[in-house]
Protein backbone atom coordinates (compact mmCIF):
# COMPACT_ATOMS: atom_id res chain seq x y z
CA UNK A 1 0.00 0.00 0.00
CA UNK A 2 1.25 3.69 -0.65
CA UNK A 3 1.27 5.94 1.45
CA UNK A 4 -1.01 8.75 0.17
CA UNK A 5 0.29 11.76 1.72
CA UNK A 6 4.07 11.28 1.58
CA UNK A 7 6.08 13.65 3.78
CA UNK A 8 8.33 15.31 0.72
CA UNK A 9 9.54 18.20 3.03
CA UNK A 10 12.77 17.30 3.07
CA UNK A 11 13.56 15.76 -0.24
CA UNK A 12 12.05 19.61 -1.72
CA UNK A 13 14.15 21.16 1.15
CA UNK A 14 17.39 19.16 -0.28
CA UNK A 15 16.35 19.99 -3.76
CA UNK A 16 16.48 23.70 -2.75
CA UNK A 17 19.71 23.56 -1.07
CA UNK A 18 21.66 21.56 -4.44
CA UNK A 19 19.75 24.11 -6.82
CA UNK A 20 21.22 27.32 -3.98
CA UNK A 21 24.74 25.51 -4.60
CA UNK A 22 24.47 25.44 -8.28
CA UNK A 23 23.83 28.91 -8.31
CA UNK A 24 26.75 29.83 -6.38
CA UNK A 25 29.05 27.61 -8.70
CA UNK A 26 27.19 29.59 -11.62
CA UNK A 27 27.88 33.19 -9.72
CA UNK A 28 31.41 32.02 -8.89
CA UNK A 29 32.65 30.71 -12.36
CA UNK A 30 30.96 34.33 -13.74
CA UNK A 31 32.90 35.99 -11.28
CA UNK A 32 35.83 33.85 -12.39
CA UNK A 33 35.77 34.40 -16.23
CA UNK A 34 34.98 38.40 -15.51
CA UNK A 35 38.13 38.71 -13.10
CA UNK A 36 40.49 36.22 -15.71
CA UNK A 37 39.27 39.23 -17.82
CA UNK A 38 40.76 37.18 -21.41
CA UNK A 39 38.08 37.39 -23.87
CA UNK A 40 39.90 35.43 -26.45
CA UNK A 41 41.35 32.35 -24.19
CA UNK A 42 38.48 32.25 -21.60
CA UNK A 43 35.61 34.18 -23.09
CA UNK A 44 32.24 34.72 -21.10
CA UNK A 45 29.43 32.74 -22.61
CA UNK A 46 26.51 30.93 -21.13
CA UNK A 47 27.53 27.34 -22.86
CA UNK A 48 31.11 28.17 -20.90
CA UNK A 49 29.71 28.95 -17.92
CA UNK A 50 27.32 25.77 -18.08
CA UNK A 51 30.56 24.02 -18.69
CA UNK A 52 32.54 25.12 -15.93
CA UNK A 53 29.54 25.18 -12.88
CA UNK A 54 28.58 21.70 -14.00
CA UNK A 55 24.83 22.72 -14.76
CA UNK A 56 22.83 23.01 -17.76
CA UNK A 57 21.17 26.30 -19.88
CA UNK A 58 17.55 24.93 -18.66
CA UNK A 59 19.12 25.97 -15.26
CA UNK A 60 20.32 28.86 -16.33
CA UNK A 61 17.18 30.15 -17.72
CA UNK A 62 15.73 28.98 -14.85
CA UNK A 63 16.67 31.65 -12.93
CA UNK A 64 16.69 34.30 -15.08
CA UNK A 65 16.65 37.36 -12.63
CA UNK A 66 19.74 36.04 -10.42
CA UNK A 67 21.89 34.42 -13.56
CA UNK A 68 21.08 35.38 -16.59
CA UNK A 69 20.99 38.93 -16.14
CA UNK A 70 24.31 39.12 -14.66
CA UNK A 71 25.62 36.75 -17.61
CA UNK A 72 24.36 39.17 -20.40
CA UNK A 73 25.86 42.23 -18.55
CA UNK A 74 29.04 40.35 -18.73
CA UNK A 75 28.98 39.51 -22.14
CA UNK A 76 28.27 42.51 -23.11
CA UNK A 77 31.66 44.11 -21.50
CA UNK A 78 33.27 41.68 -22.87
CA UNK A 79 31.96 42.56 -26.58
CA UNK A 80 32.87 46.30 -25.55
CA UNK A 81 36.40 45.36 -24.56
CA UNK A 82 36.53 43.20 -27.93
CA UNK A 83 35.90 45.99 -30.03
CA UNK A 84 38.15 48.17 -28.30
CA UNK A 85 40.70 46.09 -28.63
CA UNK A 86 40.14 45.47 -32.47
CA UNK A 87 40.28 49.28 -33.14
CA UNK A 88 43.85 49.33 -31.41
CA UNK A 89 45.05 47.02 -34.43
CA UNK A 90 44.51 48.77 -37.26
CA UNK A 91 47.54 49.59 -39.60
CA UNK A 92 48.43 51.97 -42.03
CA UNK A 93 48.33 51.46 -45.94
CA UNK A 94 52.12 51.70 -46.19
CA UNK A 95 52.35 48.91 -43.16
CA UNK A 96 49.94 47.11 -44.58
CA UNK A 97 51.43 46.89 -47.80
CA UNK A 98 55.09 46.35 -46.75
CA UNK A 99 53.55 43.18 -44.17
CA UNK A 100 51.94 41.94 -47.68
CA UNK A 101 55.27 42.45 -49.44
CA UNK A 102 56.57 40.26 -46.42
CA UNK A 103 54.54 37.86 -46.81
CA UNK A 104 54.52 37.12 -50.31
CA UNK A 105 58.38 37.28 -50.53
CA UNK A 106 58.30 34.35 -47.46
CA UNK A 107 55.95 32.51 -50.04
CA UNK A 108 58.72 32.89 -52.60
CA UNK A 109 61.15 31.52 -50.88
CA UNK A 110 58.95 28.75 -49.11
CA UNK A 111 57.68 27.61 -52.52
CA UNK A 112 61.88 27.55 -53.61
CA UNK A 113 62.68 25.61 -50.87
CA UNK A 114 59.47 22.90 -51.43
CA UNK A 115 60.79 22.25 -55.13
CA UNK A 116 64.53 21.81 -54.00
CA UNK A 117 62.89 19.52 -51.52
CA UNK A 118 60.87 17.70 -53.79
CA UNK A 119 64.03 17.39 -56.31
CA UNK A 120 65.80 16.06 -53.28
CA UNK A 121 63.31 13.96 -52.53
CA UNK A 122 63.03 12.56 -56.66
CA UNK A 123 66.53 11.69 -56.45
CA UNK A 124 66.26 9.55 -53.14
CA UNK A 125 63.74 8.02 -54.57
CA UNK A 126 65.08 7.20 -58.05
CA UNK A 127 68.39 6.00 -55.90
CA UNK A 128 66.13 3.62 -53.80
CA UNK A 129 64.39 2.15 -56.89
CA UNK A 130 67.50 1.18 -58.31
CA UNK A 131 68.93 -0.70 -55.21
Keep these: ?12 EAKKQES ?8 ATLKEL ?10 VSKAEICR ?10 SYREELIKPIDEA ?5 Q ?3 AITKKQTF ?8 IESLKRRISELNEENKKLKNANAI ?3 KLANK
Design 52 to 61: KAGVSKTFLY
Design 34 to 43: TLLDDPVSNP
Design 92 to 99: SESSKDKL
Design 1 to 12: MANMNPNTSKMV
Design 75 to 79: IKNQN
Design 124 to 126: LLG
Design 20 to 27: ELKKQAVL
Design 81 to 83: KLK
